[in-house]
């Protein structure tokens, strides 16, 4: 009979304690972990004070490649690289630690939700282990972004340098405008 070690089995219960903080579904727990379901959940609920969201991870990759999800996309996996050069870290820990230091980078109001999550993080990861995407460098700053793999780059240019005609103009936005002109005294 193999023996747990006593160890082992709390960095297990810590990363999985730190994944849920950060938003980590549970099938992503269940795959990084060797917690069994039923304490996952567990410790889900004794976190959250709820049971875990159901349903499948997002599975496209065509997500990353959008305007405002490709930057933010970039910016962590550039982090996690770096992270990951660093000996004596498994790639759940740079994951972990790339997303602490996104998290960092992105300044957000209390009430929203990063545009990039835990899960999303974790998939591009996977993706890039998968050969299903790439870095690509931006012919006018020479930043790495992420791409589809085996995608033409050879002219790539990134949505910061190039951005789309609509880039930044959502419904918040618009509604900030809106409430800024009613306030204006009339003439």
Same mark, same amino acid.
């Given at each position: 009979?193999? !023996?747990?070690?006593?160890?082992?089995?709390? +960095?297990?219960?810590?990363?999985?304690? !730190?994944?849920?903080?950060?938003? %980590? +579904? =549970?099938?992503?727990?269940?795959?990084?972990?060797?917690?069994? +379901? +039923?304490?996952?959940?567990n410790l889900?609920? !004794?976190?959250h004070g709820e049971s875990p969201p159901k349903g499948?991870? #997002?599975?496209?990759?065509?997500w990353y490649v959008t305007w405002l999800p490709n930057i933010h996309s970039s910016l962590f996996y550039n982090i996690y690289l770096? =992270? %990951?050069?660093?000996?004596?870290r498994d790639r759940m820990q740079c994951v972990v630690g790339a997303y602490r230091l996104y998290l960092d980078q992105v300044p957000q109001e209390e !009430?929203?939700? #990063?545009?990039?999550?835990?899960?999303r993080a974790w998939m591009l990861v996977r993706f890039f282990e998968s050969n299903m995407m790439q870095l690509s460098t931006c012919q006018?700053?020479?930043?790495?972004?992420?791409?589809? %793999?085996?995608?033409?780059?050879?002219e790539f240019v990134c949505g910061i340098c190039q951005p789309p005609s609509r880039a930044g103009k959502t419904r918040k936005s618009g509604s900030k405008s809106e409430s800024t002109t009613d306030d204006r005294p009339d003439k």
């Open positions: 009979m193999v !023996e747990k070690s006593v160890i082992d089995e709390g +960095r297990q219960i810590n990363l999985a304690i !730190e994944m849920i903080q950060l938003g %980590a +579904r =549970l099938q992503v727990l269940q795959t990084e972990t060797a917690i069994s +379901r +039923r304490r996952l959940i889900y609920k !004794e976190i499948m991870l #997002p599975f496209s990759t065509d770096s =992270l %990951a050069q660093h000996a004596g !009430e929203d939700k #990063p545009v990039l999550g835990l899960t006018r700053c020479h930043g790495n972004f992420v791409n589809h %793999a085996l995608s033409l780059d050879h």
